[in-house]
């Protein structure tokens, strides 16, 4: 019987982490249309440097402590 629970809990853990793996990567691509980038600690300085890297016209901000978001650069004109 023991084991069925342990069996039984970490099926349900895993349901639970699987629904909000899904809801998160279907918000995190809705605000961020070229994806994120992992970093230890987000700055915003690195955040919009690895995301220029990754798309030329974007810029990024942190979305949380260890997340990039890259989002699209809007035009500026520079004389």
């Known amino acids: ?3 069925n629970m342990k069996t ?3 099926f ?3 349901l639970l982490l699987l629904s909000l793996e899904i809801n998160w ?3 995190e691509y809705q605000n961020c249309p070229y ?3 992992e970093m230890e600690r ?4 690195q955040c919009m440097s690895k995301c220029h890297d990754k798309v030329p016209r974007s810029t990024g901000k942190c979305i949380a402590i260890d997340t990039c978001c890259c ?3 809007p035009n500026f004109h520079h004389f």
């Open 35 to 37: 994806g994120t980038e």
């Open 42 to 45: 987000c700055t915003i300085g």
């Open 71 to 73: 989002i699209t650069r």
């Open 25 to 27: 990567v279907e918000g």
């Open 12 to 14: 349900l853990a895993c």
């Open 8 to 10: 039984i809990f970490f």
């Open 1 to 3: 019987m023991f084991p």
